[in-house]
């Protein structure tokens, strides 16, 4: 069954970074886009990036265009999320989620990991 | 980027009928069928229940089913059970520098 596990979440400092991972199981890792999800306290979802199947395609949302950074390593099966100049308002869980087309972004999201909280507060 | 716009909050009794609009513009509900709607129980990450508009992913009741019409997607949870009682998101692609977007959420109440 697929599986989705992220780690790396905690408590940071205003203006520090973190790293976040995702490890996947349970289907054809390489084959698919993953994209990052996060969720405010209290807030509805907001989507974050995604990353083609073989890492030749990467987008973001506006609100973390270059301070963060999605990545994948398919030999390992995991999926990153390298988060920089942190401030309140990214203070959410972040989730993982496969996309549900094969090769392509069909911009649907058939699982999704168990969520990571990232905190940062000084 | 603007989120799609849903009722706060939408209820109803065991065994009756509800509809959850999402209205966005012409650059996401209404340019593409890329419209989902997921699921959310409290403490629990959101669940795809409609993709592509209308399809159901398998393992997802056929009591819930998606539409859309113009710049406005529904969906629509039929036989109300207990177990509905959730958040639910609707979500498009958009034409824009962030290319996909969700909606305001809407919590459904079994009465």
């Known amino acids: 069954q697929v599986q989705l596990v992220e780690s790396g979440g905690g408590v940071v400092k205003p203006g520090r970074s973190l790293r976040l991972s995702c490890a996947a199981s349970g289907f054809t890792f390489s084959t698919y886009g993953m994209h990052w999800v996060r969720q405010a306290p209290g807030k509805g979802p907001e989507w974050v990036a995604v990353i083609s199947h073989d890492g030749s395609n990467r987008y973001y949302a506006d609100s973390v265009r270059g301070q963060f950074t999605i990545s994948r390593d398919n030999s390992k099966n995991t999926l990153y999320l390298q988060m920089n100049s942190l401030s309140a308002e990214d203070t959410a869980v972040y989730y993982c989620?496969?996309?549900?087309?094969?090769?392509?972004?069909?911009?649907?999201?058939?699982?999704w990991g168990q969520g990571t909280l990232v905190t940062v507060s000084s | 980027q603007s989120a799609l716009t849903q009722p706060a909050s939408v209820s109803g009794s065991p065994g009756q009928s509800i509809t959850i609009s999402c209205t966005g513009s012409y650059s996401d509900i209404g340019g593409y069928n890329y419209v989902s709607w997921y699921q959310q129980h409290p403490g629990k990450a959101p669940k795809l229940m409609i993709y592509?508009?209308?399809y159901r992913p398998s393992g997802v009741s056929n009591r819930f089913s998606g539409s859309k019409s113009g710049n406005t997607a529904s969906l629509t949870i039929s036989g109300l059970q207990a177990e509905d009682e959730a958040d639910y998101f609707c979500?498009?692609?958009?034409?824009?520098?962030?290319?996909?977007?969700f909606g305001t959420g809407t919590k459904v109440t079994v009465l």
């Open positions: 592509d508009v209308t």
């Open positions: 979500s498009s692609y958009i034409s824009n520098t962030t290319p996909y977007v």
């Open positions: 989620a496969k996309d549900l087309v094969r090769y392509n972004t069909g911009w649907s999201f058939d699982y």
